[in-house]
């Protein structure tokens, strides 16, 4: 059984530029959330999906968007890139929104803006 | 506004040392406490989840314990390896939204 899965693992981009990160979510789980990881920082909530909508935003720009698809895999999309949104983006999986369960992370995609 | 505080940030202990790892956070109505393992550049193992109605959980050489009127969690590491190196973080989930909200972290070293 495959857990959370990530990709790229890492990636380069330059400002200015757009980047989409992709995520696959624990078998069986159907809710997905992203979070960005600064150096040295926890991880910050950026949004989460549930039935292929946006259910809740934490405070990051309209830069940030996501998309989750009928298989419940989601798609992060960062334009307009910064230096400041160099991180580690993680994707967390659950099922359902209640929290009884564990939320499973994947291992991240590092994000470094030139 | 729910803040998540970890103290202290770092810790370097020899190999066999019984541990005490912690955290605080500002708003008692949360649904639940977990803990988290990081190691460097990679993502997040669950140790350890806590209900909102429990007070302590155990796993293998681990303990956490709740007290949420005062608003702190304890992590408690038994017999220390060099294997336990790494990141602990320390995230709650409030009870009015569905995310989780994070500390800072405590970077533990372990030597032999």
């Known amino acids: 059984d495959a857990g959370v899965t990530q990709s790229p693992t890492h990636l380069i981009k330059t400002r200015g530029q757009q980047v989409t990160l992709r995520c696959s979510p624990k078998?069986?789980?159907?809710?997905v959330s992203w979070y960005q990881q600064a150096l040295g920082q926890g991880p910050q909530f950026i949004f989460q999906?549930?039935?292929?909508?946006?259910?809740q935003r934490g405070n990051f720009p309209d830069r940030f968007s996501g998309h989750q698809f009928p298989n419940y895999s989601s798609e992060l999309n960062v334009n307009a890139l910064l230096l400041g949104d160099s991180a580690l983006y993680l994707c967390a999986s659950s099922f359902g929104t209640g929290w009884t369960d564990t939320q499973y992370f994947g291992p991240g995609t590092r994000l470094t803006v030139l | 506004k729910q803040e998540v505080t970890q103290i202290p940030a770092a810790l370097s202990v020899p190999e066999g040392e019984n541990l005490v790892l912690n955290c605080s956070f500002t708003?008692?109505?949360?649904?639940?406490l977990q803990w988290f393992r990081q190691d460097p550049g990679k993502g997040l193992t669950s140790l350890l989840l806590i209900q909102s109605s429990q007070r302590e959980q155990t796993s293998g050489r681990l303990n956490a314990s709740l007290d949420k009127s005062s608003g702190r969690s304890t992590l408690y590491i038994a017999a220390s390896q060099p294997g336990d190196s790494a990141t602990y973080l320390c995230?709650?989930?409030?009870?009015?939204?569905?995310?989780?909200?994070f500390g800072t972290g405590t970077r533990l070293q372990v030597f032999p």
């Open positions: 708003d008692s109505a949360i649904y639940n």
């Open positions: 995230a709650v989930a409030p009870g009015d939204t569905d995310k989780l909200i």
């Open positions: 078998s069986g789980h159907d809710t």
């Open positions: 999906y549930y039935e292929e909508e946006e259910r």
